[in-house]
């Protein structure tokens, strides 16, 4: 009994003690949350609309060897790296078989022997093979450009996984024990990089990869609004020569190469 | 010539459910595959981010392929009127019915959210050849079924020519859409081309007629029937002449990527470099799969030996998966082209790093849901001939043969 009493004693001063921090808390974020949703207010409850199409323009020249700081960064805010390695199953296998966004490619060329390196990810077309050969029409385009597959229809037949050009997508091999809500991923469907959709609905004004690469002090790539002639993107698009991967398929990708 | 009379399949009960039990036996071993394979996710098979389609697809669509080539003997009877061949037909389009029945089996179950079947029914994408090739595998269905009872069913018969006619034309457009799968791939070197369509086409020619002639021989020889001489030996030099077909498309399909530069690479890998693929080309396609087959079609001797036609015929389907395995998995392994004239010498996601083509190791799994489509085919095929009256009782020349009638 006196054990009881004596929990029941702290139990009390435990209670005043967070009821006045979580009130102090709540007076001190309120004002915090309620500017937010007002920022967050008109991207989200607004259509999605063709005034924008995002894309990027990355500068190979400042895309560093060895460097995979775009890559984690997408790993850690799509929760890539939250696929765990199904128990039995072999790591140089399940390489293979785990789902990416993003990765880094490096080049030669055969002539010259002048070496590229790059980051290689969806390309966002204007005319996505993917969203072509979709049975269900579960791999879609936003109206600002966004290649992405609705993960309520996609059936897991893996055709635009074959029909992409750029082999950006992946398919999800294994039970996923874990995710975040701003990414959504499950078994049996196939993904890519969707330009951090969800920073878009939120109004935010960049990608991980290009928050990372800028924070390596790199600023390979940039990403921007397409549409507006006065944007960066369109601007150092207009300074710098550039092209598409793959533009003999004249799909009119969003995300653009400088020095290849 | 006597009116056919068509019979069911008396094969001695012990036989017939020995049948049944080893077939339902396969089956059930691919439905476990199946569940298997469902439960775990993917990464049980050996299927990758690199190589998506694997063993389940070369099983579906050779079954397609074969479905809507089984049903050219039924055409031959109805739509061009050669009535030598209508004895067949009612088997014909069952056969063909019961491989198409298996071979989207194996591609529905193979699908990463098989549970969504009801997703790819209701939402249509119709620029997608997918899709579309959804609604021509029903309809086939439908046309093939409503042709049988038009055979079957005296009210039905002034209708056979039409819905014949129907059937083929629906067939044609079927094998079109399938090798249209892979022929409106623009972005891989080994598709991207109009030639697969018609190449799909011939090949369904070979692979249903081979797959018809084992069944047919196979059936009538249990129960006894006779099968005279002149429409076996019609039959199987059809087959050589479809094999022809398909060695000069085969041809024309290297040629004209050999022809240019740009496809170098990918005929050099197919061809020459692949390994396990070049070798189920050269050896599994063409050798096995076509030229061993036109050598006893066309012998003096072991072309008219029976179980030499048909152990040609076995070839055929053996070079016919074969081809699936070199069109669908070996086109996969070779890394897609995104720099021409550079050399990817790093990648983090296996972009074909020196030339190194994608790894695909086929597991037990898949391999036992394929065996399970062709099983499911041949259990629905062996109960229909049981069951209803899908076999002539004679292929005796002097009753299918006018000429030999004549003669007689």
Redesign the interface.
């Known amino acids: 009994m006196s054990m009881n009493n004596s929990s029941e004693k702290i139990d009390r001063g435990r209670r005043s003690f967070i009821g006045v921090t979580a009130g102090t808390a709540a007076v001190a974020v309120a004002p915090g949350v309620v500017l937010h949703t007002m920022a967050g207010a008109a991207p989200r409850s607004e259509a999605v609309t063709s005034d924008v199409r995002w894309g990027m323009l990355i500068d190979t020249a400042k895309c560093a060897d060895g460097c995979d700081a775009c890559v984690k960064a997408c790993d850690d805010e799509n929760g890539l790296n939250l696929q765990i390695k199904p128990e039995g199953e072999g790591d140089a296998k399940w390489d293979q078989q785990v789902a990416k966004w993003i990765r880094k490619v490096k080049l030669q060329d055969n002539a010259t022997g002048h070496l590229t390196n790059l980051p290689l990810m969806c390309q966002h077309c204007e005319h996505p093979p993917c969203v072509d050969v979709c049975p269900t029409g579960a791999s879609f385009k936003r109206a600002d450009g966004i290649v992405m597959v609705d993960r309520h229809t996609c059936i897991g037949c893996r055709y635009c996984m074959m029909a992409c050009p750029y082999k950006a997508r992946s398919f999800i091999h294994e039970v996923v024990a874990e995710k975040l809500t701003r990414a959504p991923r499950g078994k049996g469907c196939v993904e890519s990089c969707n330009l951090c959709v969800h920073r878009r609905d939120n109004g935010e004004s960049s990608t991980a990869c290009v928050d990372a690469c800028a924070a390596e002090g790199h600023n390979a790539i940039l990403f921007g609004d397409l549409k507006d002639p006065e944007s960066p993107l369109s601007k150092a698009l207009g300074a710098l020569p550039s092209r598409q991967i793959r533009q003999d398929l004249a799909l009119n990708t969003g995300v653009r190469y400088s020095g290849v | 010539m006597k009116r056919i009379v068509y019979r069911e399949w008396r094969l001695t009960p012990q036989r017939y459910w020995g049948l049944l039990a080893i077939l339902a036996a396969v089956a059930g071993l691919g439905g476990l595959a199946f569940l298997y394979m469902e439960h775990?996710?993917?990464?049980v098979t050996g299927?990758?981010?690199?190589v998506?389609?694997g063993t389940p697809h070369v099983f579906a669509v050779f079954l397609i392929v074969a479905a809507s080539g089984a049903l050219n003997v039924a055409s031959i009877g109805s739509v061009f009127g050669k009535t030598l061949y209508k004895p067949l037909a009612r088997l014909s389009a069952l056969l063909a019915i019961a491989l198409l029945a298996g071979g989207l089996m194996v591609l529905v179950l193979d699908?990463?959210?098989?549970d969504?079947?009801i997703?790819?029914m209701t939402?249509?994408?119709f620029?997608?050849?997918?899709?579309w090739n959804?609604i021509l595998y029903t309809g086939f269905m439908a046309i093939v079924i409503a042709y049988l009872w038009t055979m079957a069913e005296r009210k039905g018969n002034p209708y056979t020519k039409s819905v014949g006619f129907a059937a083929f034309v629906w067939r044609l457009l079927l094998t079109t859409g399938t090798g249209s799968?892979f022929g409106?791939?623009?972005?891989?070197q080994a598709y991207d081309a109009a030639i697969l369509a018609p190449m799909f086409i011939v090949m369904s020619f070979a692979l249903g007629l081979a797959i018809f002639l084992l069944v047919l021989m196979l059936s009538f020889d249990q129960d006894g029937r006779p099968f005279g001489d002149s429409l076996f030996f019609r039959l199987k030099n059809l087959l050589g002449v479809f094999l022809g077909s398909v060695l000069l498309l085969v041809l024309t399909y290297h040629l004209t990527k050999l022809y240019g530069t740009k496809y170098h690479g990918v005929e050099a890998f197919l061809l020459v470099s692949g390994g396990v693929y070049t070798l189920m080309f050269w050896v599994g396609w063409i050798l096995v799969g076509m030229l061993i087959p036109l050598g006893i079609i066309y012998h003096p001797v072991l072309g008219k030996d029976r179980t030499w036609v048909a152990s040609a015929c076995g070839l055929v389907v053996l070079g016919g998966l074969a081809a699936m395995y070199v069109i669908i998995v070996g086109s996969?392994a070779y890394p897609?082209e995104?720099?021409p004239?550079?050399?990817?010498?790093?990648?983090?996601?296996?972009?074909g790093v020196n030339g190194e083509p994608?790894?695909y190791i086929p597991s037990l799994p898949e391999f036992l849901l394929g065996l399970g489509g062709i099983a499911v085919a041949m259990l629905i095929t062996a109960v229909g001939i049981r069951v209803l009256q899908f076999l002539p009782e004679s292929l005796a020349d002097e009753d299918v043969d006018p000429h030999a009638a004549a003669k007689a």
């Open positions: 775990e996710g993917h990464w299927m990758t981010n690199q998506v389609w699908l990463g959210r098989p969504r079947l997703v790819a939402h249509y994408n620029k997608s050849i997918f899709a959804i799968i409106f791939l623009v972005a891989r996969q897609l995104m720099f004239g550079q050399t990817i010498i790093a990648s983090g996601f296996y972009d994608a790894s």
